[in-house]
């Protein structure tokens, strides 16, 4: 049997293949972005999913894709311990923009982004993978991600910069102390992700005129970092992949065409194109 995994920081998803290439199982489990979560963690998350559980031992390829994966020691990390569970596997981990790129590949030539818990863009020709800028995570990249726009929706709540409708509502909502954000934020792991969550609030109200122009301008900030500096970025689709490019699609296609920018596909989930890429041309 063979797993692929789709790793992002907030949740992993999980894809089982039996010998004969039959999707046997679908899962979930929480991320294991490894600059967020401690190593000696994620068995025991694992460990959670008693589906995983039955078919530790007859695993014999683990092929991940995650987030926080784009350094050689943090991929070292997640495949020491995915063999710990998973016994009789080769277990391969590399970023999520190459799982990215797979899934988002349509024959030509394409930048292609994530825009999830994190944010992250490359330029695919079909074979290769070209990364022209580091991932700086959510302290000081991850422009346009769901945990940019959750950090923007907290601090301008408690800064009390929300218009009073948003601001009560919020208040509402969350009842949110300063003591339980920064507990969370600085103490408690997977502090991105805890900061991403708020996107329901901010998704519930996106045609708000203030969480509007508040999202158009992240995603205009990441196009800014992320995107322009390739300077294919004019001349090619720019894919994404990723629940915050799929709930803010909108916005995101109007701040695309404020720069002349072409949005091609925008896909919430890559997990499906990503094991039937496997399927065609890895296994």
Same mark, same amino acid.
């Given at each position: ?113 994530? $825009?999830?818990t994190g944010s992250n863009a490359c330029f695919f020709d079909g074979e290769n993978l070209k990364i022209k800028l580091p991932s700086l995570g959510f302290l000081m990249g991850d422009e346009g991600s769901g945990s940019a726009i959750g950090k923007q929706l907290v601090r301008r709540y408690f800064m009390k910069k929300l218009p009073e409708d948003l601001q009560q509502q919020f208040t509402e909502t969350y009842n949110l102390t ?73 916005? $995101? ?31």
């Open positions: 049997m063979v797993a692929i995994v789709d790793g992002g920081s907030t949740k992993c998803d999980w894809v089982i293949l039996d010998d004969f290439n039959k999707v046997f199982l679908k899962t979930e489990t929480i991320g294991f972005n490894p600059n967020n979560i401690a190593a000696e963690l994620i068995v025991p998350e694992i460990e959670k999913n008693i589906s995983l559980g039955s078919v530790r031992t007859s695993i014999t390829k683990v092929f991940f894709y995650g987030s926080g994966c784009g350094i050689p020691q943090n991929c070292a990390t997640i495949e020491r311990e995915l063999k710990k569970f998973f016994t009789a596997a080769d277990v391969t981990a590399k970023e999520d923009l190459m799982a990215a790129a797979y899934a988002a590949y349509s024959g030509k030539p394409a930048i292609v982004c994530i $825009l999830g300063i003591e339980e954000a920064l507990e969370n934020m600085y103490h408690k792991t997977r502090p991105n992700a805890y900061l991403a969550n708020f996107n329901k609030f901010v998704v519930e109200r996106k045609d708000h005129p203030y969480f509007r122009q508040m999202v158009f301008d992240e995603m205009k900030n990441f196009f800014d970092y992320q995107v322009l500096p390739y300077e294919e970025a004019k001349n090619v689709e720019i894919n994404f992949i990723g629940s915050i490019a799929y709930y803010y699609e909108n916005i $995101l296609r109007s701040a695309a065409a404020e720069l002349n920018l072409n949005v091609g596909n925008v896909v919430q989930k890559p997990i499906e194109s990503l094991v039937g890429y496997h399927i065609k041309y890895i296994l």
